[in-house]
């Protein structure tokens, strides 16, 4: 009986030593390639923003563009993938007022004038909130009668020396969004 045990255990691994190899396992498929579309590619407002040219303006990257239009004003709206913060929006409004209307009307309090964008510009910064680190506003009446206004959001803890360094490069930004003036 012992010698019949040893002859199936023996059989046994046999045939376990002679059963098919396994596959060697495989690598797995290769991430897609992720393609990032243009922000103009969202439309509206969009359209006069680039990646880019944001980037090379005030250095910062942004990955996703959202467009929305509300009566006749258009919005672009830049932010990172994964932070609602910073935020960069562009919002552009037909209109009929003047550079004189635009200075008494729109310019809001503490506004400095800016010199070399539109008809008339301004730029203001705002202090932080509970929700959002300190802003800055670059507003402008352009030359083909719409009115501007470009403002970036830092996240929450950014205070307003940030806001008033960022503010020139904003402007720099703004004149190569206004090209009806020239």
Request: aromatic share 4%.
């Amino acid at each position: 009986m012992r010698g019949r045990l040893c002859l199936i255990g023996a059989g046994l691994l046999l045939l376990a030593g002679c059963a098919e190899e396994a596959a060697p396992p495989q690598s797995p498929a290769p991430a897609p390639k992720v393609v990032r579309l243009p922000a103009s590619a969202a439309g509206g407002a969009c359209q006069l923003l680039e990646y880019p040219a944001v980037e090379q303006s005030i250095g910062t990257l942004f990955e996703v563009a959202a467009a929305s239009r509300h009566g006749k004003t258009d919005t672009c709206v830049l932010r990172g993938e994964a932070e609602p913060r910073p935020e960069l929006t562009l919002s552009v409004t037909p209109t009929t007022v003047d550079a004189s209307i635009f200075a008494d009307e729109v310019v809001p309090s503490g506004g400095k004038s800016v010199k070399g964008l539109g008809k008339a510009a301004y730029r203001a910064t705002a202090a932080p909130t509970k929700s959002a680190g300190s802003s800055v506003e670059i507003g402008w009446l352009a030359g083909n009668g719409r009115l501007f206004n470009l403002r970036f959001t830092f996240p929450t803890g950014q205070d307003q020396d940030q806001a008033d360094a960022l503010a020139p490069k904003l402007v720099n930004l703004a004149k190569k969004i206004d090209t009806s003036s020239l």
